[in-house]
């Protein structure tokens, strides 16, 4: 049985003060709850030490929302993932759609992010997903399957066991049109049967895979309810306490 996990994907979102707030708020709103699922948070580069003395005695769990692939050196304005473990991030979302568009991450970047994110102890929440004129024009399939491919080349069995897939088509990211979850299920398959194809049925069963694009309240339940989507990568649902816990409390 694989344990749902909910993740909040900040962006470039909240000062220290806000980050104060809102973790404080989360915090006291889920100490009460029953909680069915992991929490994880991924606040900016400047609010994680801050949210991880917050939280860490609670149950919610810290993730950032991106890395480099080296360890240190010339290399204005990254971090690295000996930074992010040092400050208490458990997690890292490596690949988001907003990296690969405005940033222009490849999957090879990803790739190699990815197994640095392995070789230092982070867990990587691994983005993948098709673009409107993609699936429009038939060829969505193809481009998860190379997404995925590339982006997992030369990552071993053992290594799947702590990659989380998300998997964002990108016409759903910060637009309120979220797939249905007809829709969602449907590419969720896809990539576990993906995953099965490159490894095996075991690797397949196990594999997290997390919905993103527009996770509400009000759909959270349907989406996760559905048989392969194992949680959510939520972006503006989780700037409000009140959103993120009820997203939490519908699992
Ligand atoms: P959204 O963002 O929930 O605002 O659509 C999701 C994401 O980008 O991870």
Redesign the pocket.
């Known amino acids: 049985m694989r344990r749902k996990i909910i993740a909040g ?1 900040w ?1 470039m979102n909240n000062d220290l003060k806000e980050t104060q707030n809102l973790i404080t708020k989360l915090a006291s709103g889920l100490s009460g709850e029953a909680i069915n699922c992991d929490v994880i948070v991924c606040p900016p580069f400047t609010s994680l030490s801050e949210a991880y003395s917050l939280i860490k005695d609670t149950k919610i769990k810290l993730g950032a929302q991106n890395m480099h692939f080296e360890s240190s050196g010339a290399y204005t304005g990254e971090i690295s993932a000996e930074m992010l473990k040092s400050v208490g991030c458990e997690y890292v979302i490596l690949g ?3 990296r690969r568009s405005i940033f222009g991450e490849t999957d090879q970047t990803i790739n190699k992010k990815l197994k640095k994110a392995l070789d230092s102890g982070l867990k990587p929440i691994f983005c993948v997903g098709e673009l409107l004129e993609e699936r429009e024009s038939g060829i969505m399939e193809k481009v998860i399957q190379r997404q995925i491919i590339e982006g997992l080349n030369d990552i071993s069995v053992a290594e799947m066991g702590k990659i989380i897939i ?1 998997y ?1 088509p990108v016409w ?4 309120g049109k979220t797939a249905s979850p007809e829709q969602a299920q449907e590419v969720h398959q896809f990539i576990r049967n993906l995953i099965k194809g490159k490894y095996d049925e075991s690797v397949a069963a196990n594999v997290i895979i997390q919905y ?4 509400k309240p009000d759909n959270a339940k349907d989406l996760l309810s559905r048989k392969d989507i194992d949680g959510a ?5 989780c700037l409000k306490a009140d959103s993120f816990i009820g997203i939490i409390t519908a699992v």
């Open positions: 994907n962006k988001h759609s907003e998300a964002e759903a990211i910060g637009t993103g694009g527009s996770v990568l939520v972006g503006g649902a």
